[in-house]
């Protein structure tokens, strides 16, 4: 494999600097859910830890070394789980966290960053532009500016999925991961193709936010105006070159899901394995569902990445649960 900014030399050494509260989440095979999707399914759970997402294990290696710096202050741009995350790792470490959101962010999330102490600022606008003020309050005040996907951390402690999936995990042939910044498709897929090279790796995105697929697709930066889509923790708009370089050598492919696959990969997660997720948590599920002749006969691990959902758009999404008769 050609080199990527990862090492995995660095990702055994996260794991041993990331809380265990965030390591060897449960990895299972959900029968339940095989019937109606054609194929072996198992489930990675980055929902079952303080934060409800994968995100803390890059924030905690973010965190581990700022705490040995003499500012000892972060700000991040946030749909709403890396800011927990950061909030969670820095107020862990005594770090002073400011997170930039946009006020239309999932209020569950903004609430919960508020939570953990963190200062929060909103903007009017989309992901894009918080990333733009939080670049800007970097600059001002002279402190780190952590990016999603671009710091090699969050990257690095995504990628520690990919060491338990590879030595844990009976014998499977596909991945599914959430593609938005790229983060988890990078880090997981570098330990995969590194490790276990004959493991299909796919990033799923929904058609409502695809720059970051076409950007695979044609193999150069894709930006779009706009984004429209219910996954708000993948809606970005502008990929980051680096990290589009480190897909096109670890993801075997990239695909693109409607809306109305996610909405039913969601009910199917609640229905058949008693979970309830956001969104993007629910892109993998929806690539089956819309290509099932692909994964037919398959072994296919699904990373679930994150549970923070506003339960009234949940609700309506999802719809209200079916009445059994007894």
């Not at 060897?24 to 095989?34: G, K, N, Q, S, V």
């Not at 198992?42 to 803390?56: H, M």
């Not at 105006?225 to 075997?252: E, M, N, Q």
């Not at 398959?298 to 008769?325: F, K, L, Q």
Request: aromatic share 4%; glycine share 8%.
């Amino acid at each position: 494999m050609q080199e990527t900014r990862l090492d995995t030399v660095r990702i055994r050494a996260a794991r041993r600097v990331i809380d265990p509260v965030f390591l060897d989440t449960p990895l299972y095979r959900c029968e339940a859910l095989e019937p109606g999707l054609g194929c072996t399914v198992s489930i990675k759970l980055e929902t079952a830890n303080p934060v409800r997402s994968f995100k803390a294990r890059g924030t905690e290696v973010v965190a581990s070394l700022l705490a040995g710096n003499a500012s000892r202050a972060a700000v991040c741009a946030s749909a709403g789980n890396l800011g927990q995350a950061l909030a969670w790792s820095g107020r862990n470490r005594g770090l002073d966290v400011t997170v930039v959101a946009s006020r239309y962010a999932t209020r569950a999330k903004l609430d919960r960053i508020r939570a953990l102490d963190a200062g929060l600022e909103l903007v009017d606008g989309d992901h894009e532009m918080a990333r733009e003020r939080a670049a800007a309050i970097a600059r001002y005040d002279g402190i780190r500016l952590v990016e999603d996907s671009l710091d090699i951390e969050t990257c690095e402690g995504a990628a520690t999925i990919g060491l338990e999936l590879v030595d844990n995990a009976p014998s499977f042939d596909t991945v599914l991961i959430a593609l938005g910044g790229g983060a988890l498709a990078t880090g997981v897929g570098h330990v995969v193709k590194a490790l276990a090279p004959e493991v299909e790796v796919i990033c799923v995105q929904p058609s409502g936010a695809p720059a970051m697929t076409h950007s695979w697709h044609q193999r150069r930066v894709v930006t779009t105006d706009s984004t429209d889509t219910i996954a708000d923790g993948v809606a970005g708009r502008r990929p980051i070159p680096a990290v589009l370089d480190d897909l096109l050598l670890v993801a075997d492919d990239a695909v693109l899901v409607q809306e109305a696959s996610i909405v039913a990969g969601m009910r199917m997660l609640l229905d058949h394995a008693g979970l309830v997720v956001e969104p993007s948590a629910a892109l993998g599920i929806a690539a089956i569902l819309e290509d099932r002749d692909r994964f037919a006969g398959r072994h296919v691990v699904t990373i679930v990445c994150g549970s923070n959902v506003d339960m009234d758009a949940y609700h309506r999404w999802v719809g209200a649960p079916p009445i059994h008769e007894s």
